[in-house]
């Protein structure tokens, strides 16, 4: 099982290095190969920060792609809402990606990101590792479109 990361998710919307790696996962699980989970409140953070860096119609526009990805987008329900709030008391990481962590130490599957914050958590939770994105996180992306 993998769980991606609002990093891996961008990384396939705007076409970076990372994204082949992320869509041979998808297309595995389209194939119903592995379970892809991505928790909604990753979802959220992809489209402020899409929204932010190019504008709300490129976010909706992201709406309409990653719905049709064979995945399955997770409600943050009380238990995982707990175990987020607990990694994030414990780690230096964002509060989205608590919930990437947590979605994956409760389905017992792999975070699949390239976030250096991520390093942090290596002891809860395994970690498949991409490489190559331009971007690191706080970084103005380059304009693009989806």
């Known amino acids: 099982m993998i769980v991606l990361d609002s990093w891996a998710m961008l990384a396939y919307l705007e076409a970076e290095p990372a994204a082949q790696e992320v869509r041979q996962i998808l297309r595995r699980a389209r194939r119903k190969e592995i379970l892809v989970l991505f ?10 920060v899409i929204e932010r860096e190019q504008g ?18 997770v409600p943050a329900d ?3 809402v707990f175990e987020a709030a607990h990694i994030k008391a414990c780690y230096p990481i964002s509060y989205a990606d608590a919930f990437s962590v947590a979605l994956a130490r409760l389905s017992r599957g792999r975070v699949m990101t390239g976030d250096p914050e991520f390093k942090a958590v290596e002891s809860e939770v395994a970690i498949h590792w991409l490489s190559d994105r331009r971007r690191q996180k706080g970084t103005p992306a380059k304009t693009k479109t989806i």
């Open 39 to 48: 928790s909604l409140i990753n979802y959220g953070e992809c489209l402020y």
């Open 56 to 73: 709300i119609r490129q976010a909706q526009r992201a709406v309409g792609i990653i719905d049709q990805l064979a995945l399955r987008a």
């Open 78 to 80: 009380r238990s995982l």
